[in-house]
């Protein structure tokens, strides 16, 4: 459920709101001046903000610059009394997605949440930068899902994929069976099954086997490791 946090001095119009947000499937929390809505703003878990502007300790301006600067992704919909051309031109030069003036039909409003979460997911959708893992000549790319060797790509089953990722993320560290069980296959671990040892002789004779230098190493009685010696 998403949550929306309100920070509207008049506490009638926060709780109508509040209210009527709630009857739409959000859930909300409401804040009734600016010092405190900028500290519950910058908290994690709040999905849009709606603003205003004349808030005792803080104003709707300061917040949204101080919240803007800090979480650049979260939207905010300024709703206010102050309807000039410079008030509308301030509040969304300082980082606000809207800005509704007051008196306002309460349909516009949640017309508008609606279309800034809209916005939000379409941002979210956006390519993300790569995230790429090298040791020696072996480069995972973890968003891409692709392995290699210096210029020899390396096809991997999901399984060998997910068990190399955890390798790689925790290289120079001996892994025990347990963990690489729990974490790769989600299993409490057995030990009569030999579905740890398998599988890293799968990665080895893909990985290991036709290059140098040699990254799978074993532990005798401790585990596994990925490292360069």
Same mark, same amino acid.
């Given at each position: 459920m998403?949550k ?15 209210r009527?947000?709630? !009857?739409?499937?959000?859930a =909300?929390e409401? #804040?009734?001046e600016g010092?405190?809505g $900028?500290?519950?703003?910058l908290?994690?878990?709040?999905d ?9 300790g803080?104003?709707g301006?300061?917040?949204c610059r101080s919240?803007r600067?800090?979480k ?5 919909i ?10 509308k ?5 300082l980082?606000?997605d809207?800005y509704l003036?007051?008196?306002f039909?309460f349909?516009e409003?949640?017309a ?11 941002t979210?959708d956006r390519?993300?930068?790569?995230e790429?893992? !090298?040791?020696?000549?072996? =480069?995972?790319? #973890?968003?891409?899902?692709?392995v290699? $060797?210096?210029?020899?790509p390396?096809d991997?089953?999901a ?6 990722e955890?390798l790689m993320r925790n290289?120079?560290r001996?892994?025990?069976k347990?963990?690489?069980a729990?974490?790769v296959?989600?299993?409490n671990?057995?030990?009569g ?6 599988y ?13 230098p040699?990254?799978?190493h074993?532990r005798?009685g401790?585990?596994?490791?990925l490292?360069?010696?």
């Amino acid at each position: 459920m998403k949550k929306i946090l309100i920070i509207e001095d008049d506490r009638r119009i926060a709780q109508n709101i509040s209210r009527g947000l709630q !009857q739409e499937g959000y859930a =909300t929390e409401v #804040v009734y001046e600016g010092l405190n809505g $900028r500290q519950m703003a910058l908290q994690p878990g709040v999905d849009l903000l709606i603003l205003d502007i004349n808030l005792p300790g803080l104003s709707g301006f300061e917040v949204c610059r101080s919240v803007r600067a800090e979480k650049p992704q979260l939207p905010i919909i300024m709703l206010t009394a102050l309807g000039e051309i410079e008030d509308k031109v301030e509040g969304l030069s300082l980082g606000a997605d809207d800005y509704l003036v007051k008196p306002f039909d309460f349909r516009e409003l949640v017309a508008r949440v609606a279309t800034c979460f809209r916005r939000a997911v379409h941002t979210t959708d956006r390519p993300l930068a790569e995230e790429v893992w !090298q040791l020696a000549n072996l =480069t995972v790319n #973890v968003t891409t899902k692709e392995v290699r $060797r210096g210029n020899v790509p390396i096809d991997l089953t999901a399984r060998e994929f997910a068990l190399l990722e955890y390798l790689m993320r925790n290289r120079g560290r001996v892994l025990a069976k347990m963990d690489i069980a729990e974490t790769v296959w989600n299993l409490n671990f057995d030990p009569g099954t030999n579905v740890v040892e398998v599988y890293v002789n799968y990665l080895r004779k893909k990985i290991d086997r036709d290059f140098e230098p040699k990254l799978i190493h074993t532990r005798p009685g401790m585990g596994y490791v990925l490292k360069e010696e």
